[in-house]
């Protein structure tokens, strides 16, 4: 089975331009991780989707980002406007509900901002 | 604030040694734990789950959990050079299907 699926693999972008990450979860599974890492702050949750509907969004850090899910097998998250801060690798997870909490992480987006 | 507390490392181990890697976390309510192993400039990868007392064993990997102490551990017998990583680990927060991770303790296993 194809793990999950995320693009683009790298993104340069100047400041205050809009960037728009993707993933496509694990088939079958219902939760959904975006999370980000940074050497400073290490791996940080910013949003998680169960089917399809956000459940907590306490980790998004300020109005600039926004994540939708308008399907089971597709989200986006979205930031506008870039700041070079928002420089970090990007990463989405899935999970099954049943299977005691096990995520299964994509292979990352590495966003630059200049 | 639910946490969960890792040395950062790096801890440096020879080759064919017990590397332990150790983690607590904060939150009594947790019930299961995990252990991601990511490689530089890659995705963390899980490796290891435990959900009950004791130990379990996988290969060369064993995760240890004592919930009276809320401690978590992971031993990796006969280290290799390939098992140098940062190895994250992860608790859950308390029945919301969200992970809390640790920062991480880096493993450099030398030849």
């Known amino acids: 089975d194809a793990g999950v699926i995320q693009s683009p693999r790298h993104e340069v972008t100047e400041m205050g331009q809009e960037v728009t990450l993707r993933c496509k979860p694990i088939s079958g599974h219902d939760y959904l991780f975006w999370y980000r890492q940074t050497m400073m702050r290490g791996l940080e949750l910013l949003i998680y989707?169960?089917?399809?509907?956000?459940?907590?969004d306490s980790g998004m850090p300020e109005d600039r980002f926004s994540a939708k899910m308008p399907n089971a097998s597709f989200s986006t998250l979205k930031i506008q406007p870039s700041e070079p801060r928002d420089s970090a690798v990007y990463f989405c997870?899935?999970?099954?509900?049943?299977?005691?909490?096990?995520?299964?992480f994509g292979p990352g987006t590495r966003l630059t901002v200049t | 604030q639910k946490e969960v507390e890792q040395n950062s490392g790096p801890l440096s181990v020879p080759e064919g040694a017990i590397a332990s890697l150790n983690c607590t976390y904060s939150?009594?309510?947790?019930?299961?734990f995990f252990w991601y192993r990511q490689y530089s400039g890659k995705s963390p990868e899980l490796i290891m789950s435990i959900y009950s007392n004791g130990d379990k064993e996988d290969g060369r990997f064993t995760a240890q959990l004592n919930k009276a102490s809320q401690y978590v551990s992971l031993l990796i017998r006969d280290s290799q050079p390939s098992d140098s990583a940062t190895y994250l680990c992860?608790?859950?927060?308390?029945?919301?299907?969200?992970?809390?991770f640790g920062a991480g303790t880096r493993l450099a296993v030398h030849p």
């Open positions: 992860a608790a859950d927060s308390g029945g919301y299907n969200k992970l809390i």
């Open positions: 939150d009594r309510v947790s019930q299961s």
């Open positions: 997870a899935s999970s099954s509900s049943g299977n005691s909490y096990e995520q299964y």
């Open positions: 989707f169960n089917n399809n509907v956000p459940i907590d």
